[in-house]
């Protein structure tokens, strides 16, 4: 099944749940700033229609997800990079994690054989658009034609349609999520922003993460600029510190984005 081999590819580290709490909700201070509220299908806070309101269809947008698994999700956006990438996923591979890969068809042009190494080592790779353009500042051809891009060149690559869109800047409305839906992809934002691309060091973004993480979260982090690949390190090593403290790596098995079955989008 497609969606579920996606969310099968949507891994992780996983984490000690009595240590993190339960809460599965996106910190407030953490949710994708420019999220277009009066867009969500399940806001109580709209005006008063003063005709009946046009049937929207609720398409989830995942922001983490409910499971009962101690693991949460590593995503990158913005690659690949030539320099950073490799090191990300060589220390994937080394620790033995896998993570989502939102990439930029623009750049994965330039740099085809890190798509297809990221997709071969058994990470999943989504669609962050073919460049990293506001999505709601689009009409509804071009912001198909941004999806439709970048999907055809992973596609391409990996030999596997993308099922995940995550919407550079976290920009979304309902438009953008039925055209991602009509186009076979659900939209991905997240739980918690390491703001690593505001470049804080590598200690800070990991001790931030680490006192925030419960299970289930959607982690965002970046490919380009900065030490990534050292951030990384400090991340999984952190991670790896806390096995030793009853953490376990685990993959994310049987999550489902679409919000059906046992594990629910959140
Ligand atoms: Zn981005």
């Known amino acids: 099944m497609r969606g579920l081999r996606a969310c099968v590819a949507l891994i992780t580290v996983a984490l000690l749940l009595g240590a993190c709490g339960n809460s599965a909700r996106p910190e407030s201070a953490d949710q994708p700033p420019a999220v277009s509220r009066n867009a969500d299908p399940t806001s109580t806070s709209r005006p008063a229609a003063r005709h009946p309101p046009k049937p929207i269809s609720v398409i989830p947008k995942l922001y983490a997800v409910r499971t009962e698994a101690r693991a949460v999700a590593l995503t990158f956006d913005d690659g690949p990079d030539p320099r950073n990438t490799p090191q990300i996923l060589d220390l994937l591979a080394r620790y033995q994690v896998h993570a989502t890969f939102f990439v930029l068809g623009s750049a994965a042009k330039h ?6 190494r990221s997709a071969a080592g058994g990470n999943e790779i989504g669609n962050h658009g073919w460049t990293h353009l506001h999505m709601t500042n689009l009409n509804e051809e071009q912001l198909s034609d941004q999806i439709t891009r970048d999907a055809n060149l992973i596609t391409r690559l990996t030999s596997q349609r993308p099922t995940s869109f995550r919407p550079p800047y976290g920009d979304v409305n309902q438009t953008v999520v039925e055209v991602a ?3 076979g992809e659900t939209v991905v934002l997240w739980t918690y922003d390491t703001h690593d691309w505001t470049s804080p060091p590598s200690r800070v973004i990991a001790q931030r993460l680490f006192r925030k993480l419960h299970p289930g979260a959607v982690i965002l982090l ?41 594990h629910e989008v959140i």
């Open 111 to 116: 740099y085809p054989g890190i798509v297809r």
């Open 181 to 183: 839906n009509a186009l």
């Open 222 to 262: 970046h490919n380009g600029g900065g030490r990534r690949g050292h951030t990384v390190r400090m991340i999984l090593e952190g991670l790896i510190a806390r096995k030793r403290l009853s953490f376990a790596t685990l993959a994310l098995e049987g999550v489902d984005l679409s919000g059906q079955g046992r």
